[in-house]
């Protein structure tokens, strides 16, 4: 039989050896999120070095560009208590790398449901955290800007000109439309039904379209999460389809001695971030089809220089010279 010593050090091993594989997930995760917040930033420079390139202008239109180029604008859009503003918050708190409580951005719903008070349109700026992970070493240029629009009406009374007044507002460069997994039934499928005439609305504006399918844990199988992500991926024309698990406050409500402290979750980090990078991506795109369209348009603006003297006209100076001299050599006096 073996002694109880030994016995110890056996499971001494074994917890450090367990310690050890913990850590590495740990450390990995948290090298996955920062690469993701490295990605992000290096677009937002990549952006703002094409703005300040392409605002070269004889007219000083781009000496006002060039002092302030406009940051990436993302409009996040839905119905009713879908998660829009917890969506805006998630991003933020990402993007920032903040820790403990939960610091809301956005006009937030309380726990069960939106209020029927009116909501406007507003626009939240989510500083994206420094190569150090603090806010605080972050540079001046490293922001996005997150349209928190005020809910759609109801799918049933939904119409086009709702669609095209939320899009329309605030000069959007992509858009984030957010459906929730855990609605009931009837009002899910009624909001999937108008996905491709969202869809179309905002292809015809000339933006791109990401569906966001908030309250991941609602989704009892892997197999009900599938079958859903290719319906929705049908009806919206779209493969930019994420499933995530927004921050937000505890059923009981906050806590006024002590705020909640609302622990970071891997998979929703890494699933913000990912959504906003390809938000960038997106903006990228069209911001350099919107560029190419403007010289195109200067270059075929541009008038062609027109000869002074017509070759038709020389022509018939030419032939009238070539008479006038033909009969003067031709006439009797000479």
Known sequence: MPRLPLLLKIAAAAAAGALALIVAA?????????????????????????????GDGSDGEGAKEDASPPPPSVLITGFRAHGKSSLVNTACRALAAEEGPLLLRAEASPPGGGTDG?????????????????????????????????????????TREDIDAA???????????????????????????RLPEISAAVRNKGLNLIIVLTFKKAMRSIRQAEELLREVSFRARTDCVYFIENYTWSNNGPNLHHPPVIKNDFETHFTVLTIIRQCLEFIKLNRSQSKDKKKNGKQEKTPEPKPKNPPTETKQYRKSNDSSVRLFFNSSET
Not at 35 to 54: F, K, N, Q
Not at 167 to 180: A, K, N, Q
């Open 26 to 54: 740990r450390l990995r995760r948290e090298d996955a999120v920062a690469s993701l917040r490295r990605e992000i930033r290096e677009a937002l420079g990549a952006l703002a070095a094409a703005d300040e390139d392409g």
């Open 118 to 158: 009116p909501r406007r349109r507003r626009r939240v700026k989510a500083v994206v955290a420094g190569a150090d992970g603090d806010g605080a070493g972050a540079r001046e240029g490293d922001v996005v800007e997150l349209l928190d629009a005020p809910p759609l009406p109801e799918a049933v009374r939904l």
């Open 167 to 193: 899009i329309s507002g605030g000069d959007p460069e992509c858009v984030v439309f957010v459906l929730r997994c855990d609605a009931p039934t009837k009002e899910r499928n009624a909001a999937i039904k």
